[in-house]
């Protein structure tokens, strides 16, 4: 038995405790949010939080996320409030929106850290997230414009 | 109000913009617009190619007018029921915001309230359709509908459906296009815990589990001895030499104008150049997959597909039923770039055949390294050019021959577009190339070699663009021409490539000084009726590391829907073809792709974009697409850049400076 506290809810799984932390999400706890891109930590597609920093979940085996607090897109706000996710629909970000769980739960930990990011920063907290449909040019003003509306309204 | 949207949503914005001119006739409340993908129906078939699809760049404009009329006549027979209701002349009323009016009463009601009695009716035909400059939607830069939903995690993918009893399945397909089983074990498969069944298909051999995990486990404990088919030994290397050798010979003539090899004879200068592109995959990042709950009577299939009509007929044909018995529920597409239109159906046929094996509903997900594997590539091309100059740099003489597959032969769009052996995708953007040049000549080599190809965005364009583009480049040169000075001279008879050539070059500031170690490039090409310029800025530094800074890119695409999802594809078409310029390259040896994954087939990524600008003309030409003209110019754009900071010619891509010359 692995326990886990997946979007503050504690689940109990039994599973090989090697299967890698996505497909334990997507496959047991039915949270497909979190995406399959390469499986060799090179996209940023299933990025997810684990104790607040940005874990490619594809090669993290379930074991090591045993009793820690796992944040998955789905987690990150009930109703699309979060900064990242109103910078997103302003700036109409996503194309086909395959990548860009990992890119918004890439940049929510980027702003938890660098409130007012440049677009260094940016670049560089964003640099393992591919985008195929090349979303990046929306992805940076997105980036700021939650920067500006987390420091009106509080959060992230 | 929902829209149901017989294309598929891959990114290109179709969600939304054809319920934007649906909404537009019909005076909807566009906060209460929501969509829905069609099913598969001939009712739902692309108005131009007779089948329910989704490609070239087409679905906005080809559906345009069906989405006003139909928008139209809703609205007139909306407006007809309450005039019924209210017993006055519909003529009295006019429609806001999803309410028909009565001004002179004061009365109004919801097209909910009508919904049905209008539906009685019959449709009004001809119906009369907005004066376009009355257009409130159309023409703007509507939000898109699907955002939320892509920013929640919500949004279903193929590879996201679930069912009850649904089991996920990996297959193990022969390391060679071609190859197949010869023998297998799978009794160590089997013994992974999770693993359900082990079946053989003809694509290979599937593990079905109860999971993702456990299947691709499993699938690496079987041993498999394949037998690996005529393709066993195939190379790039071998290839690249076939193709050069091809080139000395003549090929099936897609375009001739005057004597180009007599002109080229007496030109006062002649310039000479091989292009060539490899092999490229389209690597969406979904990887392909494909869900089928097969029974007795029936088979229902979830996938991002573009090719309903005929994954359909071939979902049918494997499962022994008829194709009204299939029902295919196209999920939302993580990209597809051509990708997930095979006239073969690979993908889906293959998905069939696993859960028929494995009597159980399934779900194929290909990993990474199958998706790069599975063929349907860009094919490679190579590309002879030879031009000729008169003493005052005037271009005399053009002549181009094509080496490389054919990606109609063999498939049922052969007999139809494929004329005298010339297959139009492996040639456009060269036949048609724009330029006045009284002799010229374009040739072609159809190759057949056993490596499955495929339309991959901008398909004949993504290389035809960058050899004409980068040799009109060699000419200016040799003439002591500026490249855009050019091309606008040789394009006086061709004004919107023209246009859109001056536009960008006005916005990038064409002869403007720029930093130390910084220059420019042009190029201008036509693609999918529409016509795209881009000049990009480059620099080389001492390593011979490419860095690209800035990108401006121009866009005529005729009368448009919505310029948010315009500057957008153009955006996302301009980093496409940069991934292809700087990185995109598969590789045989021994039969094998010699790349699998992201480490040794790179994207480029948000660090390397540079700032790309999209300026779109606006005119009241027809409509052309949008989702692939962003590509074709960037590669040549660039490497025209390089040669003006360095001198130095790249002529083969993915763009490696130590073979520049
Ligand atoms: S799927 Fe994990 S980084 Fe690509
Ligand atoms: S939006 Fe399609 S991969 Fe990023």
Not at chain 1, 110 to 137: H, M
Not at chain 2, 252 to 269: C, N, T, Y
Request: charged residues 20%; glycine residues 10%.
């Amino acid at each position: 038995m692995i326990s886990l506290i997946v979007n503050k809810r504690r689940v109990d799984l039994d599973v090989d405790p090697s299967t890698p932390l996505l497909w334990v999400l997507r496959d047991n706890l039915g949270l497909n949010g979190t995406k399959y891109g390469c499986g060799m930590a090179q996209c940023g597609a299933c990025t997810v939080h684990v104790d607040g920093q940005a874990v490619r979940s594809c090669v993290a085996p379930v074991s090591r996320a045993a009793g820690r607090e796992i944040t998955t897109i789905e987690g990150l706000s009930p109703d699309l409030s979060h900064p990242l996710q109103r910078a997103w629909i302003e700036v109409d970000v996503p194309q086909c929106g395959y990548c860009q769980s990992g890119q918004i739960m890439s940049a929510a930990v980027l702003l938890k850290e660098k409130p007012k990011p440049t677009d260094e920063d940016i670049d560089q907290a964003l640099t393992g997230n591919i985008c195929r449909c090349g979303t990046y040019p929306r992805i940076r003003r997105a980036v700021h414009r939650a920067a500006e509306l987390a420091a009106e309204g509080g959060r992230p | 109000m929902t829209v149901i949207v017989n294309h598929s949503e891959m990114g290109q914005g179709v969600f939304t913009a054809l319920p934007m001119i649906l909404a537009e006739e019909l005076d909807a409340d566009w906060t209460k617009v929501r969509f829905e993908p069609a099913p598969v129906d001939p009712v739902y078939n692309h108005p131009v190619f007779g089948m329910q699809m989704t490609g070239g760049s087409t679905s906005t404009w080809s559906s345009f007018d069906q989405f006003r009329k139909a928008g139209a006549a809703a609205r007139a027979m909306l407006v007809a029921a309450a005039a019924q209701r209210w017993k006055v002349d519909p003529a009295a009323c006019r429609t806001e915001n999803g309410t028909v009016v009565h001004a002179p009463s004061n009365r109004r009601l919801s097209y909910g309230q009508l919904a049905e009695e209008a539906a009685r009716l019959t449709p009004p035909s001809p119906v009369a359709l907005k004066d376009p400059k009355d257009f409130k939607l159309i023409g703007r830069p509507v939000k898109r509908l699907d955002t939320p939903e892509k920013t929640n995690g919500k949004g279903v993918f193929g590879i996201d459906v679930t069912g009850p009893g649904m089991l996920t399945a990996v297959v193990a397909r022969s390391p060679v296009f071609g190859g197949r089983v010869k023998s297998v074990d799978a009794e160590r498969a089997k013994a992974v815990p999770g693993v359900r069944k082990v079946v053989q298909v003809p694509s290979g051999v599937a593990v079905v589990a109860d999971g993702f995990w456990p299947a691709r486990r499993g699938r690496e404990a079987l041993r498999i001895e394949w037998d690996e088919g005529p393709m066993a030994d195939f190379s790039t290397a071998r290839q690249r030499q076939q193709y050069a050798e091809q080139a000395r010979q003549p090929g099936l003539v897609a375009r001739k104008e005057g004597d180009p090899l007599s002109a080229l004879g007496s030109a006062a200068k002649k310039v000479e150049a091989v292009y060539e592109v490899p092999y490229l995959s389209h690597a969406m990042m979904e990887p392909l997959n494909c869900a089928v709950d097969l029974r007795a009577d029936g088979c229902e299939i979830w996938t991002g597909t573009q090719f309903q009509t005929m994954d359909r007929a071939t979902a049918a044909e494997v499962a022994g039923l008829k194709p009204e018995q299939v029902q295919i529920h196209t999920t939302l597409l993580g990209g597809g770039f051509g990708r997930r239109a095979t006239p073969t159906s690979d993908f889906v046929r293959e998905a069939v055949h696993v859960a028929k094996a494995a009597g159980a509903p399934v779900k194929v997900i290909w990993t990474r390294e199958d998706d790069m594997h599975g063929g349907y590539y860009r094919p490679a091309y190579y590309h002879a050019l030879a031009g000729g100059v008169d003493a005052s740099g005037n271009l005399l003489a053009w002549s181009h021959r094509i080496v490389g597959q054919s990606i109609l032969a063999g498939t049922p769009f052969e007999q139809a577009m494929v004329k005298n052996g010339i297959d139009d995708t492996a040639v456009e953007g060269a036949s048609d190339l724009p330029y006045a040049i009284p002799n010229l000549s374009v040739e072609y080599h159809p190759m057949k070699v056993g490596v499955p190809v495929l339309w991959w965005r901008s398909v004949g364009h993504s290389h035809t663009a960058f050899a004409t583009e980068c040799f009109l480049d060699e000419l200016a040169a040799a003439g002591g021409k500026d490249p855009f000075e050019l091309r606008r001279a040789l394009l006086a008879k061709a004004p919107r490539h023209k246009g859109v050539l001056e536009l960008a070059a006005e916005k990038a500031g064409w002869g403007k000084p720029l930093p130390a170690g910084r220059a420019r490039g042009i190029a201008v090409h036509a693609s999918f009726e529409s016509y795209t310029a881009q000049v990009a800025e480059v620099s080389v530094d001492g390593a011979g590391k490419v860095r690209v800074h800035r990108v401006v890119c121009a866009i005529d695409c005729g009368r448009y829907v919505n310029p948010g999802i315009i500057e957008a594809q153009t955006q996302g078409g301009a980093i496409f073809g940069l991934t292809a310029a700087l990185y995109g390259e598969l590789t045989f040896d021994q039969g094998r792709v010699q790349q699998s994954n992201f480490h040794d087939y790179p994207m480029l990524r948000i660090n390397e974009t540079p700032d790309i600008e999209v300026h779109i003309v606006q005119n009241d030409e027809k409509s052309g697409g949008v989702g692939e003209p962003g590509v074709p110019c960037t590669a040549p754009a660039v490497v025209n850049a390089i040669f003006a900071a360095t001198g130095k010619r790249v002529r083969r891509l993915p763009i490696r400076m130590s073979e520049a010359g």
